[in-house]
């Protein structure tokens, strides 16, 4: 995700989650077509864009934010039923939905050049909104997907945590922070979001790898936590576990890539599933899945920074 430039992420990625009940209270409902069981292994599959924050040096921001990025979920799967795809995102569906995220917080730690190179991501510190961790919240907006169609640029950001077309339309579903912790195994423990890039800068292709936990929202109670890790050999453990290619304009199908960036301004692309394994359909209380359905995620997947792939 060197997530910056134009924060090519999560999403990440970054992820996805969510539920189900019939018949669906109103079109911002999310409803899967066949409810995953308890302990199913559930695939969430998205794309997004990222855009960095101009002034910030690459590589050590000094906890100061990088990049963000907003993003969209095409589909979910049950891995644990043949990849059955159980709900189609951009408002292919019975409700008529689409779910978006903004992802935002993702701060350089370090950057360390080879072939890939890695970028080692944490949460902002510095600057307004910045509590020292990533984030990644979805929303359930009506309709065809506005992220997926365009109409969300790099301009569109209103605030630390808000996109207009996305945060001020969509009903809250969950809100997803990233797990800090040794991600690849070498005795880092701060280390929230790990990139291999071949660039340091974006545009810049490359890959990436999360943890998150699902910490507010009516469908975190759709997760059954804690039960993904990265490797076998720490103790480190989430809701989520999210893995993200990081794609040029020119190497994800576009064919008008302005100075490299998209025709939306954004300058990275990420993409690829996160895996999270479920509660079961009857673990929330059936009411509030009436009323909001359920989830999401991803980011993920997330990243890049214009100058440099966050």
């Excluded at 993702?106 to 944490?122: E, K, M």
Aim: hydrophobic share 35%.
């Amino acid at each position: 995700m060197h997530i910056r430039k134009a924060v090519s992420t999560a999403v990440f990625v970054t992820g996805a989650v969510l539920g189900f009940l019939s018949p669906p209270a109103h079109a911002g409902s999310l409803v899967f077509s066949t409810a995953p069981n308890a302990g199913d292994v559930l695939d969430f599959k998205f794309g997004g864009y990222t855009a960095e924050n101009a002034g910030v040096t690459t590589g050590n921001s000094a906890g100061r934010e990088t990049t963000w990025g907003v993003g969209y979920l095409t589909e979910i799967d049950n891995h644990s039923a043949g990849d059955a795809r159980i709900w189609d995102g951009n408002g292919a569906n019975p409700q008529n939905t689409s779910i978006d995220f903004v992802m935002y917080g993702i701060a350089d730690r370090s950057f360390t050049p080879g072939s890939p190179g890695t970028l080692q991501n944490v949460g902002c510190t510095v600057g307004t909104g910045c509590d020292g961790n990533i984030h990644i919240d979805f929303y359930a907006i009506n309709g065809t997907d506005p992220v997926r169609g365009g109409g969300i640029t790099a301009s569109s950001r209103t605030g630390f945590n808000s996109v207009a077309g996305i945060t001020n339309v969509g009903t809250p579903l969950m809100d997803w922070v990233l797990v800090p912790g040794d991600l690849n195994n070498t005795g880092d423990t701060t280390t929230t979001l790990s990139q291999f890039v071949n660039a340091s800068v974006l545009p810049t292709t490359g890959s990436g790898i999360f943890l998150a936990n699902c910490v507010s929202g009516v469908a975190c109670g759709l997760f059954e936590g804690k039960q993904e890790q990265l490797n076998g050999l720490t103790d480190l453990f989430g809701d989520v576990r999210g893995t993200f290619t990081l794609q040029t304009c020119a190497t994800s199908g576009g064919t008008n890539c302005p100075n490299g960036d998209f025709p939306n301004g954004f300058a990275g692309f990420i993409n690829d599933p996160a895996l999270t394994v479920a509660a079961g359909a009857g673990v929330p209380e059936p009411t509030t899945l009436a009323l909001f359905g359920a989830g999401l995620l991803l980011l993920a997947g997330f990243a890049g920074r214009k100058s440099e792939v966050r």
